[in-house]
């Protein structure tokens, strides 16, 4: 595809607002209580969680339902957006076929309908943060560039299953299975510093951990990530992003007969 210019930027990026608002729309066009389940959701979940992990398990974690909430939030942004970004191409078969445009837009779509969805309660969790933590400190300051790491992450990663999935629809499945081992493989339950010194850094090569670990830092303990954080962190996310977009747009003209 040839370079665009300024005005065909804008006009796409106003399609991908487009698509993500006529997703969330269409998400809670029936629904009673809309936004809300967006709270209540990993509310419920953090408070069977607490009951299980801090008086079964015990773990010792102070605050342990905010320490859970700070991570819930963003994991639940990320393993939403992950899953329906990698069906989005076969998803919009009917518009691949029918309009000519740069296909990222639809994944980029859903990942921005997503952060919409994300953003009530990540607005939730500041307020907690500010209530009940003893903490918070001027590193609040860094939580959208936190944000744009994370986005960055699963677009990069979302791009790839993407275009795997319109070519493979078994891909799909392989991403929601993937995401329960990831649940568990990344300190959402648990803090990081229960993970062995010597395996940390191996730990850390999975992106989550870093972007997870990062917002409890920056929300709750009111400290800049340590420095072997932010460069695997970054460092892996920025490279699967730019591989993403490659291998993405390497593919986008086949998907029509693809899907």
Known sequence: MATMNRSEWFRYGELVSSLAIKDLKIKYKSATFGFVWALLNPLLLAIILTIVFSMVVKIEVEQYPLFLLVALFPWSFFSHSFSAATASITDNAHL?????????????????????????????????????????????????????????????????????????????????????????????????????????????????????????????????????????????TFTICLVGVVVFRQQEAFFADQV
């Not at 994370?150 to 991403?175: E, M, N, P, Y």
């Not at 339950?189 to 191996?202: K, T």
């Not at 072997?228 to 460092?235: A, D, E, K, R, W």
Request: glycine share 4%; proline share 8%; charged share 10%.
């Open 96 to 236: 691949i076929k029918k309009v000519a445009f740069p296909r990222i837009v639809i994944p980029l779509s859903v990942i921005l309908s997503n952060l919409l969805h994300f953003a009530p309660p990540l607005f939730l969790v500041l307020i907690l943060v500010i209530c009940f933590s003893t903490s918070v400190s001027w590193t609040i300051i860094f939580l959208p560039l936190l944000l744009l790491v994370q986005i960055c992450f699963v677009t990069g990663i979302s791009l790839i299953t993407a275009r795997l999935h319109a070519q493979f629809r078994d891909v799909k499945f392989l991403v929601d299975a993937s995401l329960i081992p990831w649940f568990y493989l990344t300190p959402i339950l648990y803090p990081i510093s229960m993970v062995p010194e010597n395996w940390r850094s191996w730990y850390l090569l999975n992106p989550m951990a870093g972007i997870i670990t990062s917002y409890r830092e920056l929300l709750l303990e009111g400290v800049v990530p340590g420095l072997l954080t932010i460069l695997v962190t970054c460092g892996l």
